[in-house]
């Protein structure tokens, strides 16, 4: 005989083999101990889960000349007859390939014949969402009220594409995803009917790919059983066969994602790429490792991973150095990196790139609000430390010419009535000092100049948060020198925001609430910023 694939050999014959559907099996159990059978149902549930099994169990259970507490007892002739595929009671159409009208026609020409032998004609309907909307017209009235031998059991992985008229006359089901423990259970008990030695925790490693599909389990242990013949299957050797990484790989790139360490994130593709690991795969598990980062960092619900208390304590010790927003933003930008690279030929490129955005958000030329962040921040701290910053594409000066350059004269310092009359022109001043220095700098756009008295210069602002951009101490510095070079006097100026000065100057006709833009978000006024033209000298 013919070699059996291991989902096959193992696909249960009775409801109690059934992994996982407790609430379904027993609910048709119970039916037909009763004899309160329908004539339609709908089995609905991602792949694996048991829907095409339950069905040909039901249409054995229904036609079994000797049933045992709602199970078919596969021994007598009915169930034999099923079991071999040789039964002309129980119809498999796979909706996908007959899935026109004339092939709905022929169902229902069919039905009117009684079954052969046992009490039941059965159409079992895979992938009944396939079928066309003249099809399920052409089904509807023989599905509604079909001839008492006839029972309908359909099974769908897409219920939302079934018309809703289908629905309503049919008993629906829906399967649940098999739990990793369940599919680790049963595989381990397999592999002992196998006499086959797999290590546990590759039992468990398979169980999560699996992704809750019994049937894909089987499929990857079947895999890597035909690779290793004849010798023990560790975790090691799961991974070889379908090109995976060890789950230290994770821990190691997110830490270098966060330090900013370009090289080191890749070399580690590098590392993957050499040893013909799957990019996409990899991927997915970068996700994933994130993810349970943040579900360990914002609960102390430990039931939701399936996970060893080991590794928890390892992702709890690397969640302690990462905000989860960080890691919240890293999930985000890898999820539209996975769908960027499904059907890309340059998937390596792809990542590399990406990760080199994450590590250096100023190379993202998009404009991002990371990227802008981190471009004023570079730009701030170079003038903290008094460094010549050029974004103009000239080349800084060098130390010599810092050395060769004349200082700067002494200013005396403005008077009362200098500051007043620098006010009245200060729309001009203001156009100066951009024009002169800082080019599109879009912040001095929204700010005024204002007395109240003494020989202070208030800078008005629109908003505290503006108010506090404009008011830090290099920022005040820059401005001191430049209004020196321009009206040869020292200023002593003072950053303020618009409501509190005119709370100081006592003017009643400052009315709040007509100040439409006075409470512009300081990201709207910074994305009209054009760094790469900025020159401060």
């Given at each position: 005989m013919s070699y059996m694939a291991l989902y096959r050999k193992w696909r249960p014959d009775n409801f109690d083999d059934v992994i996982g559907q407790e609430h379904v099996v027993k609910?048709?159990?119970?039916?037909?101990?009763?004899?309160?059978?329908?004539?339609?149902?709908?089995?609905?549930?991602?792949?694996g889960t048991g829907k095409t099994s339950i069905a040909k169990i039901f249409a054995k259970a229904v036609?079994?000349?000797?049933?045992?507490?709602?199970?078919?007892?596969?021994?007598?002739?009915?169930?034999?007859?099923?079991?071999?595929?040789?039964?002309?009671?129980?119809?498999?159409?796979?909706?996908?390939?007959?899935?026109?009208?004339?092939?709905?026609?022929?169902?229902?020409?069919?039905?009117?014949?009684?079954?052969?032998?046992?009490?039941?004609?059965?159409?079992?309907?895979?992938?009944?969402?396939?079928?066309?909307?003249?099809?399920?017209?052409?089904?509807?009235?023989?599905?509604?009220?079909?001839?008492?031998?006839?029972?309908?059991?359909?099974?769908?992985?897409?219920?939302?594409?079934?018309?809703?008229?289908?629905?309503?006359?049919?008993?629906?089901?829906?399967?649940?995803?098999?739990?990793?423990?369940?599919?680790?259970q049963t595989l381990t008990y397999y592999m002992e009917q196998e006499k086959i030695d797999v290590q546990e925790k590759a039992l468990r490693y398979i169980a999560k790919l699996a992704d809750g599909s019994m049937r894909d389990g089987l499929s990857i242990l079947d895999?890597?059983?035909?690779?290793?013949?004849?010798?023990?299957?560790?975790?090691?050797?799961?991974?070889?066969?379908?090109?995976?990484?060890?789950?230290?790989?994770?821990?190691q790139i997110t830490k270098a994602i966060y330090n900013k360490d370009t090289m080191e994130c890749l070399n580690i593709i590098d590392k993957i790429v050499v040893n013909g690991r799957d990019l996409s795969q990899f991927i997915l598990d970068l996700i994933n490792h994130m993810r349970n980062i943040v579900i360990i960092q914002v609960t102390d619900e430990k039931d939701i991973l399936d996970m060893s208390s080991e590794n928890i304590e390892k992702l709890k010790e690397q969640g302690k150095n990462i905000q989860p927003e960080i890691i919240m933003k890293y999930i985000k930008e890898l999820s539209l990196l996975e769908?960027?690279?499904?059907?890309?030929?340059?998937?390596?490129?792809?990542?590399?790139?990406?990760?080199?955005?994450?590590?250096?958000?100023?190379?993202?030329?998009?404009?991002?609000?990371?990227?802008?962040?981190?471009?004023?921040n570079e730009v701030e701290k170079k003038i903290k430390e008094g460094v010549n910053v050029v974004?103009?594409?000239?080349?800084?000066?060098?130390k010599e010419e810092k050395k060769t350059k004349k200082p700067v004269a002494t200013r005396r310092a403005a008077i009362p009535e200098e500051i007043e009359a620098l006010v009245k022109k200060w729309d001009?001043?203001?156009?100066?000092?951009k024009s002169t220095s800082i080019s599109n700098y879009g912040l001095f756009e929204e700010?005024?100049?204002?007395?109240?008295?003494?020989?202070?210069?208030?800078?008005?602002?629109?908003?505290?948060?503006?108010?506090?951009?404009?008011?830090?101490?290099?920022?005040?510095?820059?401005?001191?020198?430049?209004?020196?070079?321009?009206?040869?006097?020292?200023?002593?100026?003072?950053?303020?925001?618009?409501?509190?000065?005119?709370?100081?100057?006592?003017?009643?006709?400052?009315?709040?609430?007509?100040?439409?833009?006075?409470?512009?978000?300081?990201?709207?006024?910074?994305?009209?910023?054009?760094?790469?033209?900025?020159?401060?000298?």
């Open positions: 609910t048709m159990k119970n039916q037909i101990k009763l004899g309160r059978i329908a004539h339609a149902y709908l089995l609905c549930g991602t792949r036609n079994c000349q000797n049933p045992i507490d709602g199970n078919p007892c596969n021994e007598c002739e009915v169930c034999k007859l099923i079991t071999n595929k040789q039964s002309m009671n129980v119809v498999e159409i796979d909706a996908a390939s007959n899935n026109g009208v004339d092939n709905i026609r022929e169902i229902n020409e069919e039905v009117k014949y009684k079954p052969t032998s046992g009490k039941y004609k059965v159409y079992i309907i895979d992938e009944v969402h396939m079928l066309s909307t003249g099809a399920f017209n052409a089904l509807l009235k023989t599905l509604e009220e079909p001839p008492p031998h006839v029972i309908f059991v359909l099974a769908t992985t897409e219920p939302h594409k079934i018309l809703a008229t289908i629905l309503s006359r049919c008993q629906r089901y829906d399967l649940k995803r098999i739990s990793i423990d369940n599919i680790c895999q890597c059983i035909s690779f290793y013949i004849d010798q023990q299957i560790t975790l090691e050797n799961v991974l070889d066969v379908l090109g995976a990484v060890d789950q230290d790989v994770f821990y769908n960027q690279i499904k059907y890309s030929s340059q998937k390596r490129i792809l990542i590399e790139v990406q990760l080199i955005k994450l590590c250096q958000p100023k190379t993202d030329y998009n404009n991002s609000y990371e990227s802008l962040v981190e471009r004023i974004y103009s594409g000239k080349e800084e000066k060098t001009s001043i203001r156009e100066r000092i700010i005024e100049a204002g007395y109240l008295e003494g020989n202070v210069l208030y800078l008005v602002c629109p908003s505290d948060v503006i108010a506090k951009t404009i008011g830090k101490e290099e920022r005040v510095n820059f401005l001191i020198t430049m209004l020196q070079e321009l009206e040869k006097k020292t200023y002593n100026i003072k950053v303020i925001e618009k409501k509190e000065f005119y709370t100081l100057k006592n003017d009643i006709s400052y009315d709040e609430e007509n100040k439409q833009d006075d409470e512009e978000d300081i990201n709207n006024i910074i994305k009209n910023i054009n760094f790469n033209n900025i020159e401060i000298e």
